[in-house]
């Protein structure tokens, strides 16, 4: 994974390079201070995200609103800047949801459901992504390489749902490997009891509705940040070009799960999507540097308080370990 990183960051050297860091840099000096509006938007956008976690969590005294806002900016922060494989955000979270005082059965099952729904947005946008994509493309031959990924990706996502649905993880896993679970007795029921709160959040169909709008306010939010960087480098883009620009780059991003932070594939992606749009390339390029400057400077500083909740936390057990020596 850190291989991988590495080319991408040689992969983004070399767009700077052929693009031109001259007119990249005169392109973003247009935009000036007005690039300081995007720590406030992306902020706006993890805190409708996390109103859809909540309402799978529904757990208010032990999981109030500014801890799971601060949990999603850990997850955010870890999954972008981390060489995790855009997973180890959500195992952090439920880590620090258990530090807590939240059940670990409750916490992992809220970020399974709640994975899911996005998961299924995901695929719906990327879907709509193309089709509004073939008016500027016409029959490329893009386009057949991108509906079968597509299918793919449906396909494996429909059955993760099902399974999940009809005998749930921990079943499925012990139909396969029967004797692997048999021989670890003690964490077999723990492994029901979560795929049991899974299924019972799924029955909860408004309590999914609702997660799924407030997903979709943050997908609007997402999508808004790229308009604000079009607006401020004088290259105004419709809003069929930004939902394509967004679900189409977060499409690439999940489909980049071995590169941290999708590194050289964001940046070319922005390249690529918009020399179909009419996007020149120095523009689309400083718009996924900016985006990629936002995130470094958003996720450093959640990344060193996590290291500090962690550290004292560590801390605290160690004093109320020597408090129950005898003395």
Not at 13 to 32: E, K, N, S, Y
Not at 249 to 256: M, T
């Amino acid at each position: 994974m850190m291989a991988a990183a590495g080319m991408g960051v040689f992969a983004v050297i070399d767009l700077v390079i052929h693009v031109g860091w001259q007119r990249i840099g005169q392109t973003m000096a247009v935009a000036g201070f007005g690039l300081l509006w995007l720590i406030p938007l992306r902020l706006l956008t993890v805190g409708l995200d996390t109103r859809g976690w909540r309402a799978l969590l529904k757990m208010r005294r032990q999981a109030s609103w500014a801890l799971l806002f601060w949990l999603g900016m850990v997850r955010d922060a870890v999954n972008t800047l981390l060489p995790v494989a855009r997973v180890g955000g959500e195992v952090i979270a439920i880590r620090l949801l258990r530090l807590k005082g939240v059940k670990t059965c409750t916490a992992s099952a809220s970020v399974i459901v709640e994975t899911s729904v996005t998961l299924v947005w995901q695929v719906v946008l990327t879907v709509a992504g193309i089709a509004a994509l073939l008016p500027y493309v016409g029959a490329s031959f893009l386009v057949p390489k991108l509906l079968g990924a597509l299918a793919i990706g449906v396909f494996v996502v429909a059955v993760f749902l099902v399974i999940q649905w009809r005998m749930g993880l921990v079943g499925f896993f012990e139909r396969l490997g029967g004797r692997f679970f048999r021989s670890r007795r003690g964490a077999a029921p723990v492994l029901r009891t979560l795929d049991q709160k899974v299924r019972i959040l799924y029955r909860q169909r408004r309590v999914l509705l609702r997660c799924a709008m407030w997903q979709l306010f943050g997908f609007v939010g997402s999508a808004a940040e790229i308009g604000l960087l079009g607006h401020l480098m004088h290259a105004p883009l419709s809003v069929t070009q930004l939902f394509i620009f967004e679900a189409l780059i977060q499409a690439l991003h999940s489909v980049s799960f071995a590169v941290p932070g999708a590194l050289g594939i964001q940046e070319g992606g922005f390249v690529l999507l918009g020399s179909v749009l009419g996007v020149a390339p120095d523009i689309a390029l400083s718009m996924a540097l900016c985006r990629r400057g936002r995130q470094i400077v958003l996720g450093v500083p959640v990344l060193m308080s996590w290291q500090w909740f962690e550290r004292r936390h560590k801390q605290r057990g160690s004093r109320e370990g020597l408090a129950t020596l005898p003395a």
